[in-house]
């Protein structure tokens, strides 16, 4: 992971732009201690990014789980997510000794040229519906969540590209049904690509990459100077994305205890 100082611009920035997607989508946040932030969302409690403390100063381990049972007594479940650079690392070694749920995003920043040009005349606007169909059916695959947990995280996503704007893209088969995904939120300085998916049955032929691809495209166009994606550290997908141009800033850790 680069440690340079453009590296770390760039990470700041882009946990900034997420963070105030974050508090604007949700539908109450407040701070409970230094560089600690409550944010809750009760009226879509299954959406577990929507109900947490958000950490972006260091914090002990003792300290976190005493705060996350203190704001969130009865939901079921605690989610902890971390931006502190320095301190993840070692609360991550905490958290798996205690046998908490842990996820580690990786921030991955526009940099590079892509190691080869694709078309990107497959990739379409897409409409709101039937993007959040797929989205349904990308949460409810195995192991997926419970019909009601599905429909919170669908009526989230919504939430989130109403009150941000989120551009649609999508591809489609030769019957005209859509069969790969992908959002660009942007606000004409930072743009995010999120939400990458294709269905199963047409994974292999290349529509991730040009839907990425495609976003790109239009940050570009929009005049955004930073472009960004967040992939899981342990999956395949980030090699895809550093392929395209994207390189590792940093990362944030999410804890979950059911």
Known sequence: MPHNKRAAESLARALEFMRAVLLSTADHTRPVAAGVLVVSTPSLPAVWSANQLLVTERLDFDDLVRL????????????????????GPTLESA???????????VMMVLSQLPD???DTGIVVEA??????????????????????ECRELVDYNRREAGVHGDRMLGVRSSDGQLVAISKLRSDRSTAQVEDVYT?????????ARA???RAVELACADGAGLT????DDNDWPQLLYARIGFRPVGHVWHFHRS
């Open 68 to 87: 996350a049972d203190e704001e969130f007594p009865g939901l079921g479940y605690v989610e902890i997510a971390v931006e502190h650079q320095e301190s």
């Open 95 to 105: 958290f798996r000794a205690a046998s908490w749920k842990v996820e580690r995003d």
């Open 116 to 118: 080869r040009t694709v």
């Open 127 to 148: 409409g709101e519906d039937e993007l959040m169909e797929l989205m349904a059916r990308w949460y409810s695959e195995d192991p997926g969540p419970t019909p009601t």
């Open 199 to 207: 269905v199963p049955e047409a994974r292999g032929r290349g529509f």
């Open 211 to 213: 839907l990425v691809s």
């Open 228 to 231: 960004f994606i967040v992939a």
